[in-house]
């Protein structure tokens, strides 16, 4: 495919986010604009994790986006699987670039096939974002589908530096996230590629770093898994200045978000 080419995780401490809070961004300034609640996987908790069902449910559940893995067959199929082998969620076996698509297909992840990206896509136009977390593609097989898709405004894409250089050479408006890792790379990251968003979880999720994504009004969306995926773990990443969290579970942060006029 010829694109063409534009011209345009350690734990906190209260005080250290009481400090963060206050240099940074309030859960109140944050209101402004509303907490991004993400779906890790779609709402997996009840459906099996990058289905329709699950990603169908976070829609049903009021969350701004589903994150989704992209890998690819071994055909150059896109298809949504955390895992680099089907073993786990499916009744089969194999790596899946070393499957064809047609085997994918027939396999079954707890009563439903596979996803296609542009299935999941498809699903989401019109009522839900999607958080993209490239595993295993091409960027260009990533911009085929979501363009064909009428998608682009509405992707978050968690990729490489690598990659999210290649993406906005083709599409400079699109939104790359690569992972912020510590104050100096976020620095550098934001200096060559002009980050409008940045991902974050427990290993850099701190005062240094959230303040340079501030200073330069770069969106931080956070992962809050594990131990910090609760009511507490939430609020502590609003007042240290998040602007989305991702969650297992969605319908609980939608609430929450909401009970405290931080959601739309």
Request: proline share 5%; hydrophobic share 40%.
């Given at each position: 495919?010829?694109?063409?080419?534009?011209?345009?995780?350690?734990?906190?401490?209260?005080?250290?986010?009481?400090?963060?809070?206050?240099?940074?961004?309030?859960?109140?300034?944050?209101?402004?604009?509303?907490?991004?609640?993400?779906?890790?996987?779609?709402?997996?908790?009840?459906?099996?994790?990058?289905?329709?069902?699950?990603?169908?449910?976070?829609?049903?559940?009021?969350?701004?986006?589903?994150?989704?893995?992209?890998?690819?067959?071994?055909?150059?199929?896109?298809?949504?699987?955390?895992?680099?082998?089907?073993?786990?969620?499916?009744?089969?076996?194999?790596?899946?670039?070393?499957?064809?698509?047609?085997?994918?297909?027939?396999?079954?992840?707890?009563?439903?096939?596979?996803?296609?990206f542009s299935e999941a896509l498809?699903?989401?136009?019109?009522?839900?974002?999607?958080?993209?977390?490239?595993?295993?593609?091409?960027?260009?097989?990533?911009?085929?589908?979501?363009?064909?898709?009428?998608?682009?405004?509405?992707?978050?894409?968690?990729?490489?530096?690598?990659?999210?250089?290649?993406?906005?050479?083709?599409?400079?408006?699109?939104?790359?996230?690569?992972?912020?890792?510590?104050?100096?790379?976020?620095?550098?990251?934001?200096?060559?590629?002009?980050?409008?968003?940045?991902?974050?979880?427990?290993?850099?999720?701190?005062?240094?770093?959230?303040?340079?994504?501030?200073?330069?009004?770069?969106?931080?969306?956070?992962?809050?898994?594990?131990?910090?995926?609760?009511?507490?773990?939430?609020?502590?990443?609003?007042?240290?200045?998040?602007?989305?969290?991702?969650?297992?579970?969605?319908?609980?942060?939608?609430?929450?978000?909401?009970?405290?006029?931080?959601?739309?």
């Amino acid at each position: 495919m010829k694109l063409p080419v534009s011209r345009s995780k350690r734990e906190w401490t209260l005080p250290a986010l009481a400090m963060a809070g206050s240099l940074f961004m309030s859960g109140a300034s944050a209101a402004a604009s509303g907490i991004k609640v993400i779906a890790h996987r779609g709402e997996h908790l009840h459906h099996v994790e990058n289905t329709l069902p699950a990603f169908q449910a976070a829609i049903d559940a009021g969350a701004d986006y589903f994150e989704c893995d992209v890998r690819t067959t071994s055909d150059g199929h896109l298809v949504l699987m955390h895992d680099p082998s089907v073993d786990r969620t499916t009744n089969g076996k194999g790596r899946i670039h070393d499957l064809t698509f047609a085997q994918i297909r027939s396999l079954s992840a707890g009563g439903n096939p596979v996803p296609t990206f542009s299935e999941a896509l498809e699903l989401a136009k019109g009522h839900i974002g999607v958080y993209v977390d490239d595993k295993e593609t091409k960027p260009a097989a990533l911009i085929q589908e979501i363009d064909q898709a009428g998608m682009g405004e509405s992707v978050v894409l968690y990729v490489s530096p690598s990659a999210a250089k290649e993406i906005l050479a083709w599409r400079p408006d699109w939104r790359v996230m690569p992972e912020a890792g510590n104050a100096s790379r976020l620095q550098q990251l934001i200096d060559s590629l002009h980050l409008r968003v940045a991902a974050f979880d427990e290993s850099d999720f701190k005062p240094e770093t959230i303040g340079i994504a501030r200073q330069h009004g770069v969106e931080i969306y956070v992962d809050r898994l594990g131990r910090f995926d609760t009511e507490s773990g939430w609020q502590s990443a609003i007042d240290a200045g998040a602007s989305g969290i991702q969650t297992d579970h969605p319908a609980e942060l939608v609430g929450y978000c909401a009970r405290r006029a931080l959601h739309r």
